[in-house]
């Protein structure tokens, strides 16, 4: 007999989702992470920033509530007392995770874990054996090989850049991904002055580029140098190629490198695994099972989609197959494809499904897309004044009238985009989402109008071809 019927390795999302719906299934886990139990999205990723995000957010919006008949005096921004608010948010997920899990007796320790072969796992100096073995590693920060980073005090990971003492006067960002634009506006929000340096035409290929041209100029007053290469770094002071070729550099107080992560590989046998690794991560077919009997991959290591709801969604499809392999044929499958974005910020941005961008890249070339802002809808106004920056986009194939994808720019967008991730799942028609009913004065009626904008399009689309 087996000392645990599984062993995941690695306590993040994508560890601990699988940890708990095994045990909820009766099974003998032991789940081992040397950092603990959480993982990096909880305890300085997506979890913090989001707090501190909106209090940020509510700062910003308190400083604009005369419009609003609300008058403040004396508002000031207390930087500790906002890291406490977000220790409190995070202790209390902390030990909601850890209760949960024990609820379902779950074996979590905190200690090294390295995969030797299928069924055998060294955790601290014990070789265990189990049936099935899960690698939920996660990821790390790209570290770029620019001359002036290394032993640089100036130079912060995103997560370093959270827990400093005061915010700092002047920021630099390197990296317009959607961390490092989180980075700048949580600062630009609180008075520092930030500037974003990157390669990139635009900001992040990950969102919608009409959602990116748009949510870029309403991060004001943060400062974009876009179409750069960066040359060196020299302690506060950052040098660069500007777009028109000309030398150009930034100083500032605190130097956040957000370039990406990559699949965490050191630490756990990868190396003598005989896992199938390729530079993306971990390969795993769509039941995230790996090349090797019996061992599973979940999560950022697998370099598919590095966010934690991808990552617990896997951890959950893992799961349901080990407990049930008949599941995949009820639809128990990871779609990557239909894994949602979110950005955080002020104002907020999200989406699922292809955007413009990705559908070029793999051949949908007769799309048709709805484009409607948000500023039909009173909320909308509420909350965001007369502000452009709210959007709805639909993205349709012409030929079988199929949503490929939706995305969101302004407030309640990363709330909205969850139930809006069915549709895209589920595969329906621009028509079947046209005929849902969104509540009057919500953000979500500008789908609505989105749909009748595609429609609209198609309409036109027939009548030239019966022509």
């Known amino acids: 007999m087996t000392d645990y019927d599984v062993i995941i390795v690695g ?66 921004v207390d930087w500790p007392a906002m890291q406490a608010a977000k220790q409190r948010t995070v202790a209390t ?20 874990a390295e995969f030797l072969e299928p069924g055998r796992v060294l955790v601290g100096d014990r070789q265990l054996t189990c049936d099935d073995v899960i690698i939920a590693t996660g990821s790390v920060p790209n570290l770029p090989p620019l001359p002036g980073v290394v032993a640089n005090p100036r130079v912060l990971a995103p997560a370093g850049l959270l827990e400093l003492d005061q915010p700092p006067e002047r920021l630099i960002v390197l990296g317009a991904d959607v961390t490092g634009l989180e980075c700048a506006n949580l600062f630009a929000l609180l008075g520092s002055q930030v500037t974003v340096i990157d390669s990139l035409a635009e900001i992040t290929n990950l969102i919608d580029q009409t959602i990116a041209a748009e949510l870029r100029p309403a991060l004001r007053p943060v400062r974009f140098r876009l179409n750069c290469q960066i040359d ?14 000309s030398p150009a550099s930034a100083s500032g107080d605190a130097i956040v490198l957000s370039l990406g992560r990559q699949p965490r590989f050191d630490g756990w046998g990868a190396e003598t695994s005989g896992l199938d690794i390729t530079c993306r991560g971990v390969t795993v077919d769509d039941c995230l099972r790996t090349n090797l009997p019996g061992v599973w991959a979940v999560g950022d290591v697998t370099g598919h989609s590095l966010f934690a709801h991808a990552a617990l969604r896997s ?7 080990i407990v049930d392999p008949a599941s995949r044929r009820r639809g128990e499958v990871m779609r990557w494809s239909t894994i949602p974005y979110t950005f955080f910020g002020q104002p907020q941005a999200a989406g699922v499904g292809l955007t413009e961008q990705a559908c070029a890249a793999q051949g949908f070339d007769q799309i048709v897309t709805g484009v409607a802002p948000l500023a039909l809808a009173g909320r909308f106004i509420d909350e965001a004044g007369l502000s452009p920056s709210g959007l709805a986009k639909v ?35 621009v028509d079947e989402l046209g005929q849902i009913v969104f509540p009057n004065q919500t953000v979500a009626e500008g789908l609505r109008e989105a749909c009748w904008a595609v429609q609209r399009r198609l309409a036109a689309a027939t009548v030239t071809l019966d022509r």
């Not at 994508?14 to 940890?19: E, K, R, V």
């Not at 997920?93 to 090294?112: F, Y």
């Not at 060196?232 to 070729?245: Q, W």
């Open 232 to 245: 060196h770094l020299d302690g506060d002071t950052v040098y660069f190629r500007a777009a028109d070729g």
């Open 315 to 321: 951890g959950e499809v893992a799961a349901a197959l």
């Open 395 to 429: 993205i349709v194939d012409q030929s079988t009238r199929q949503v490929l994808g939706i995305h969101l720019l302004g407030p309640a967008a990363t709330e909205v985009i969850g139930g809006l991730a069915a549709v895209v799942e589920m595969e329906m028609t």
């Open 93 to 112: 997920l902390a030990a909601g995770l850890k209760a949960t899990l024990q609820r379902h007796r779950v074996t979590v320790v905190q200690e090294t």
């Open 11 to 76: 306590g993040g999302p994508g560890g601990y989702a699988a940890a708990r719906r095994l045990g909820q299934a009766g099974r003998r886990v032991l789940l081992a992470d040397a950092d603990g139990l959480g993982g990096s999205s909880l305890y300085n990723g997506t979890v913090p920033m989001a707090s501190l995000l909106e209090s940020a957010g509510l700062y910003h919006r308190l400083r604009a509530a005369a419009d609003r008949g609300i008058t403040t005096t004396g508002l000031s």
